[in-house]
Every structure is written in structure tokens, then in C-alpha cells.
């Protein structure tokens, strides 16, 4: 068996709980596999850091005793040259993702990694993309039938066919971050220019009061596998929402969040969360561990959004049948090396159209 890498951090608004998450499978891994734990800074850099470190270690920023690494294209994660020394190649089985939000969940990573040459664990450059955006998330599902509560981009010339309150959100993003609750579509309109999370785009749906949240967990592989569903609970009274602080402000990231686990539900509504699921794994071409989260009440069940990096990678959720972190990362690691997400193809490209093309100073004539 050869090296893995956890890559965990990033410049994202998730990034602290992504260094929980990261940690959490380094220290896992350790035991049974030589295992680099590469950080991602705020900034953007890398740096491979001791896989031994406590959470707090990150506290100001890059760990010393670190190691910079570039990610280049074709060869992977290179560590920096030292005195006497040339740069390195980190020869890698697989990379695990640990990259809550931003640019580790919504493609980016992904597609620099496909370009590395570096088999990584979870979602396709694709299926990252479509997860994060949630208009067009919704949009598929509503599309395919998958009940959904409506929802639209929100810009200052929205006009909409339901009432409020609303829940405004950034188009992309996750965890709850940036999300607000308006009376009116006046007032979401000015969350436009307050809330710098939705700088980059956002959407507008109805407030239900009357719902409550639902999660489970997917894994895709040695074969399609639920998880049992939870029931989050809201810690802050009075809250709106499942918060950042319900989810994350407990110690161990989502592991800790308080939950009623499995749900109470009847076997009906069991049985319909379950198949919504797979629908929904299927729809996305869902790879990894994903997290998917809904709405329920007596009007019924809505899929609400699906996180393809979830927080602790969902481990908490796999109790029936019991999956321990070892075996889900050792599944993940698998899965990467065995269905490599992305190989590129020059098929085609057989010189015919250069063979037949006249001069270059002749087109631009």
C-alpha cells in the first residue's frame, strides 16, 4: 500500500470545521497507513504539517515545522527544495478531501487534482459543482420530480409567485453561513448589498416554520449504502434555523451536534426519505460520502440540499449496520484509486483538421 494524503483547511468560511474533519481522519489513518496531512492555508497555499497535531495548533495560522508544497499539474503535490536538497514528489495512492465549502467543495480542488494526476476520494469535479449551487440543484430535482420547496435567484428585479417570510441564501455555499430570514421581499432584496456571503450570487424561498429537518448519509461505494436518519436539533432557542453553532460549536464538528438519532419516524416516511435519497445520488451522480438534508412536516417531505464533503464525513451517521471511520476512509481510499473520477481522452484530435487548415495569416485576412 502506498501513501495517502488528507488534505483539510482552505479559504473558505468552513475552514476551521475542515480542520476538524481533516484531523480527525489523519489521527484515524495513522495506525494503518503512512498518511501526510496537507493543510490548505486561508490564502490558498499548501503545506504538509505534522499529522499528529491538535486543532489548536492551527489557531495561528501555518504550524511551524511545516513544509510548503506546490500542487503542479502532471506531477502532484511537490514539496518545496530544501538546502542541499532538490524539490520532492509526494507519491500518493489517493488524496482524502476533507475541504468543507469554497473551493474544496464546489469543483476547483477537484478539477486541480484531475490536472495533478492525484486520485482523490469523494465528488466529481461536476458533481462537487452542481452540489454547491443550489439553484441549479434544485432545478434538477424539480425537473426529475424530486419534491422540492420552490426556489429562485434572487437579484434587485426578482418578482415572485409565493408569499412570505423567506429564507434567503447564498447561491453557493453551505453550513448555514449567510443565511437570513426576512419578512418581506423588499427587505431580502437589501440583503443584497449587507450580506457580503451573497456577493456572489443568491437565492430566495419560502420560510416553513412548519418544517423540520431530516439528514442522511450516502456512501457510493463498494455499492450503493444509507446511512440511518437523523433528526438535527436546534441548540439555540428560539433559533429559525439549523445554525453554524447547532452544527459545528461542540468540539468535533458535526460528530458532536446535538441529534435524535435515528429519527423517530414511521416506517412510511422512513421508507420515503430512503428512496428520495438514492433518487437524489442517482441525479447527481453522488461519489463518496455525501450528506443529504430535507425538510419534513405534515405537508410533506422536500430535499432541501446535498453536501458532497459533509462535516466529520458523516461518520456519526453509519450505525445501521455499524461502519467504523476506518472502514468508511479505507472505502473512500478504495474508491478513489479503483474509479479514478476524470480520465482525459485525446481521441479525435488526429491531425485531420490541421492537415486541411491553410495559414494562420490567411484566416485572420
Known amino acids: 500500500m502506498g501513501d495517502i494524503a488528507v488534505i483539510f483547511g482552505g479559504p473558505s468560511p468552513e475552514h476551521d470545521v475542515s480542520i476538524l474533519t481533516g484531523l480527525q481522519a489523519v489521527h484515524e489513518l495513522m495506525g494503518s497507513r503512512t498518511t501526510h496531512a496537507i493543510y490548505w492555508t486561508k490564502t490558498g497555499a499548501f503545506h504538509e504539517v505534522d499529522p499528529a497535531l491538535e486543532a489548536k495548533a492551527f489557531l495561528d495560522g501555518v504550524p511551524a515545522g511545516s513544509t510548503a508544497l506546490q500542487l503542479v499539474a502532471g506531477a502532484g503535490f511537490v514539496a518545496e527544495a530544501r538546502r542541499l536538497s532538490k524539490p520532492k514528489t509526494l507519491e500518493l495512492d489517493a488524496a482524502v478531501l476533507c475541504t468543507h465549502g469554497g473551493p474544496g467543495e464546489d469543483g476547483s480542488l477537484q478539477g486541480a487534482l484531475d490536472l495533478a494526476g492525484v486520485p482523490f476520494a469523494g465528488p466529481t469535479v461536476a458533481g462537487a459543482a452542481l452540489g454547491m449551487d443550489k439553484l441549479a440543484f434544485s432545478s434538477v430535482l424539480n425537473d426529475h420530480g424530486v419534491p422540492v420547496l420552490p426556489r429562485r435567484a434572487l437579484t434587485p428585479t426578482t418578482e415572485l409567485d409565493f408569499l412570505g417570510p423567506y429564507i434567503v441564501k447564498p447561491r453557493f455555499g453551505g453550513s448555514s453561513i449567510g443565511i437570513d430570514v426576512v419578512a418581506d421581499l423588499d427587505t431580502a432584496k437589501a440583503r443584497l448589498t449587507t450580506n457580503p456571503h451573497l456577493s456572489a450570487g443568491a437565492v430566495i424561498e419560502p420560510y416553513r416554520a412548519d418544517l423540520a429537518d431530516l439528514q442522511i448519509a450516502v456512501r457510493s461505494y463498494p455499492t450503493l449504502e444509507l446511512s440511518a436518519i437523523e433528526r438535527p436539533l436546534r441548540s439555540s432557542r428560539g433559533g429559525e434555523i439549523l445554525d453554524y453553532r447547532d452544527k459545528y460549536v461542540g468540539g468535533e464538528g458535526m460528530a458532536s451536534a446535538p441529534r435524535e438519532l435515528p429519527a423517530s419516524l414511521s416506517a412510511e416516511r422512513e421508507r420515503e426519505v430512503q428512496a428520495l435519497a438514492r433518487a437524489v445520488a442517482e441525479l447527481t451522480s453522488l461519489r463518496g460520502v455525501a450528506r443529504i438534508d430535507f425538510m419534513e412536516g405534515e405537508a410533506g417531505l422536500f430535499v432541501n440540499e446535498v453536501n458532497t464533503i459533509?462535516?466529520?464525513?458523516a461518520?456519526?451517521?453509519?450505525?445501521?449496520?455499524?461502519?467504523?471511520?476506518?472502514?468508511?476512509?479505507?472505502d473512500l481510499i478504495a474508491e478513489a484509486v479503483e474509479r479514478p473520477t476524470h480520465r482525459y481522452s485525446a481521441a479525435g484530435a488526429d491531425g485531420l483538421v490541421l492537415r486541411g487548415a491553410a495559414s494562420i495569416a490567411a484566416k485572420l485576412a
Not at 459533509?310 to 464525513?313: E, I, R, T, V
Not at 461518520?315 to 479505507?330: Q, V
Open 310 to 313: 459533509p462535516g466529520s464525513l
Open 315 to 330: 461518520r456519526y451517521l453509519f450505525i445501521e449496520p455499524k461502519r467504523s471511520f476506518g472502514a468508511l476512509l479505507a
